[in-house]
């Protein structure tokens, strides 16, 4: 494949002036602005910015795409991809391909998902597996494989062992691996699922709930219709291994209902595991039929909602549904389906070009690794893995088109979500995405040839064709004439980021709520102030509203001023006359929203990403019925949310004496007199500050904090991102800190006592602080204790600030934060993710 030297951009932008454009185009959406710079804007690995607002990375793609569409008949002008995706309106490339297409700064991969083999269960195997996991993430993708292929506890071997340790050991391997792997400001992510033929699957299902064990990724169990009927009827279930043999090495039978309950019991508790309904997912796998070709269906990706065979990958795509409603929110409002089908057949072409985009990525990896100076006997599981995605990309052309907004296009018609008649339009929306989708697929066939591999004959048994087939006899025939581009087409992914910047619900999800409530500090003596309540400390604030996008625009549909502030009644009623009245994903029908994810499913060749929220006081019993309601309708998976349940992680309730607590830390008790450091530079209220980070393993051991950069501070140059922290004594035989770091002649420089350089206050709190970090305590859990802090004197407030943005940083991914709550929504269940924290409910983010 020829490919063209994308070309570099030379203008730079200050994050001041990327942050100011970009808060203007989503005119004064601060998260929006914030997420768009620090996660899309085109930037280098020194982090300067290429780009000033969406507008810009909108041209660089539709310039990519319409490069590709050239090698084809009847391309589509740089102007016409540019009117579809500009300003998040109608076609919204998701993640991967948002960051890397026309990215010359990085070589990494246009796919958001992978999943990778997991051939036999030697070591050699494993640590196989654990090495195409760390290079997939590495170039941005998300990973899954299955651990069904590993042995369970107790089986022999034939070494020192004598007998196999199981599946769990091997699980915090590779989540270890998945929090290891730096991936532009943020952690890998990672999907490990076992089969329930498995007889290690219970010890699977108990992993994640003791505290701090597997953290690094999702789990999910692959559930068969054998094991459901045994469940339902109350009935015993074999296990065995090799999972699938008709001649086991190892069998055992137990009562299914145990483990169900098993099951049940810990999503209730913490969210985990997942439910993968295997039966159902192989058996309208389309890509399945080709099995015989290495395309057997094995896990899915760290979402769920993209099954795959190994080394197959996907990139995602979301259409906007809100965009095609006509007269949004009156009574003339009406949903557009013949713009709709036009742009879904002009998204799958897109998706198709960006496979192009994607193999052009591959090679170019391949020819990073092959100049790499390591030895080939080092690099070649790396260039095997690629060699083998470049392979199935080829043959497959797998896409993955989604939407999101599907509750405001809902509210927009004037629907109630949950609601019958609200579903119902729900399917006949992705059954048309559908078939428009399929018969793109057939028409780009024409004119590019088809998927390699293509054989109806093949496809002649399964339920997903023979349901198109059905529906739309002529779209048949003619794939029966002409083949299908791509192996498989459809999903729906969360939608995160994407619907922040689209400004909708999420999704397939309902709005999470109308409105939220922030406050203000006021002047108590200012004429116009409204004071709605006075804290502990006699400050006075106002309460006022945010309101989501969807909502603020049906309100001045209806003649409401969105920049007034509502009293509590007067928004609570307005709530009643809207739409979204009984429709937020706290109100909605749980056993409705199942139904209709099960519906929507026959139309959704891959999978779905959804959540069950539940309320925090629901039973277990109820979360058993959901799952069990998501089998019967068709569901390929669930996935339960009880408000809270991730703090509800088993531990140990043995107390432990304190001078074995001690022992447990991961740091020497004794400071080394040398430590590695790093430099974090933030700025609190306009002023510059800087934090020295002693190091031990990478992990924080002690932090010094102050002001830096100007009179009063430590002058550092820009360029000094590390050093050493030396401790030293003075000539009165006091302790002191020096820092040391290279110039850029390359000799050593040394700023000494930094003891001495900060202030008194700082210097205190900051050994304190440094205490709690060598002696084990989490990290989160310091932020926590740093955040929690009372301090009447406002300085020493904005070091405080400081010192927890410096050490948020080092937080793990997936983290709970204590006593804080979301500024978009007010729940409480917020974990850290790449240094920021974000809302599980509603999907919000704040750095900082």
Not at 424 to 431: G, I, N, Q, Y
Not at 568 to 575: D, K, N, P
């Amino acid at each position: 494949m020829s490919t063209k030297t994308t070309r570099i951009p030379h203008k730079t932008y200050t994050h001041q002036e990327a942050y100011d454009s970009s808060l203007a185009y989503f005119k004064g959406d601060d998260l929006a602005a914030q997420v768009w710079v620090n996660k899309y804007a085109l930037k280098d690995s020194d982090g300067n910015l290429y780009e000033l607002n969406p507008d810009e990375m909108h041209k660089r793609i539709a310039r990519e795409i319409h490069r590709i569409e050239k090698r084809y008949p009847n391309p589509m002008s740089e102007k016409q991809v540019y009117d579809l995706i500009k300003n998040f309106t109608y076609i919204v490339p998701q993640g991967s391909p948002m960051a890397g297409i026309g990215n010359p700064f990085q070589v990494g991969s246009l796919s958001n998902c992978f999943v990778i083999g997991s051939e036999g269960d030697s070591y050699g195997g494993i640590f196989r597996s654990d090495q195409e996991q760390v290079q997939l993430m590495k170039r941005r993708g998300g990973v899954g494989h299955d651990l069904s292929n590993i042995r369970p506890k107790g089986s022999p071997v034939k070494n020192s062992a004598l007998t196999s340790t199981g599946l769990v050991p091997f699980m915090e391997r590779f989540s270890n691996s998945t929090r290891e792997v730096a991936q532009d400001g943020r952690r890998g992510a990672l999907m490990l699922s076992v089969s329930i033929n498995h007889p290690d699957a219970s010890d699977f299902i108990d992993a994640k709930m003791e505290q701090g064990k597997v953290t690094g990724a999702n789990v999910s169990v692959r559930i068969d219709d054998a094991f459901m009927k045994a469940v339902a009827a109350g009935s015993d279930y074999e296990h065995k291994f090799p999972i699938h043999s008709t001649d086991p090495t190892y069998t055992k039978t137990a009562p299914a209902q145990e483990l169900w309950q098993k099951i049940v019991h810990n999503a209730w508790k913490s969210a985990e595991p997942g439910i993968l309904f295997w039966d159902t997912i192989i058996r309208e796998s389309v890509p399945d039929s080709y099995a015989d070709q290495g395309f057997k269906t094995v896990s899915t990706n760290p979402c769920g909602e993209i099954p795959l065979c190994p080394y197959d990958s996907c990139r995602l795509l979301a259409i906007n549904l809100f965009s095609y409603v006509e007269q949004p929110f009156t009574e003339q409002a009406r949903f557009d389906f013949t713009k709709f089908k036009t742009h879904i057949g002009a998204a799958q072409r897109i998706m198709d070009d960006i496979i192009d985009l994607e193999l052009e990525k591959v090679d170019a990896i391949l020819r990073k690794i092959a100049s790499d100076p390591e030895d080939d006997s080092i690099k070649r599981v790396e260039r095997e893995l690629w060699e083998q995605i470049k392979e199935k990309a080829q043959q497959g052309r797998r896409t993955g088109i989604g939407i999101t907004a599907e509750g405001d296009m809902l509210a927009a018609l004037g629907l109630r979500y949950g609601s019958d008649v609200a579903n119902d339009f729900s399917v006949e929306v992705h059954k048309t995405l559908t078939l428009a989708a399929y018969r793109a697929s057939v028409e780009t066939a024409k004119e590019r040839g088809a998927f390699p591999i293509f054989e109806l004959e093949k496809e002649k048994e399964n339920p997903f064709i023979n349901r198109l087939k059905t529906a739309d006899p002529e779209l048949y025939f003619e794939m029966s004439e002409h083949g299908r581009r791509n192996i498989a087409l459809l999903t729906i992914a969360p939608t995160g980021t994407t619907s922040l910047m689209t400004q909708t619900t999420s999704g397939i999800e309902p709005v999470f709520l109308p409105y939220y409530k922030r406050r203000r500090k006021v002047n108590p003596n200012d004429s116009n102030a409204r004071v709605d309540f006075v804290d502990e400390v006699g400050d006075s604030w106002e309460e006022y509203a945010v309101f989501h996008h969807r909502f603020s625009q049906w309100m001045e549909v209806n003649g409401y001023n969105p920049d007034k502030n509502y009293s509590s009644e007067e928004l609570q009623a307005m709530v009643a006359e809207s739409p979204y009245y009984r429709a937020t994903s706290n109100d909605v029908d749980w056993l409705s929203k199942v139904r209709l994810q099960g519906a929507v499913q026959k139309w959704v060749d891959h999978s779905i990403s959804v959540t069950i929220n539940l309320p925090n006081d629901v039973s277990e019993a109820l979360v058993g019925e959901l799952y069990l309601e998501a089998w019967k309708v068709g569901c390929k998976g669930i996935t339960v949310y009880r408000d809270g349940s991730r703090t509800g992680v088993l531990v140990a309730d043995t107390p432990e004496k304190e001078e074995e607590t001690e022992s447990l830390s991961p740091f020497p008790t004794t400071r080394p007199k040398v430590l590695e450091a790093d430099v974090v530079r933030f700025q609190n209220n306009k002023e510059k500050w800087i934090a020295f980070i002693g190091l031990v393993d990478g992990q924080p051991y002690e932090i010094f904090t102050g002001l830096g950069d100007d009179e009063d501070g430590i002058l550092l140059p820009r360029w000094v991102e590390g050093g050493l922290i030396i401790k030293n004594k003075d000539e009165d035989g006091k302790t002191r800190y020096d820092f040391q770091f290279k110039n850029k002649r390359g000799y050593k420089t040394t700023i000494e006592g930094l003891s001495h350089m900060f202030e008194p206050a700082y210097w205190n709190y900051a050994k304190l602080i440094s205490g709690t970090l060598r002696h084990g305590m989490a990290i989160e859990s310091v932020v926590d204790l740093v955040n929690s802090l009372q301090l009447d004197d406002q300085n020493i407030n904005t070091w405080k600030n400081g010192v927890a943005r410096a050490l948020k940083r080092y937080v793990a991914n997936g983290a709970k934060a204590k006593n804080q709550e979301c500024d978009n929504c007010q729940s409480k269940n917020l974990i850290y993710q790449e240094g920021c924290l974000s809302c599980q409910d509603c999907g919000s983010s704040k750095c900082g």
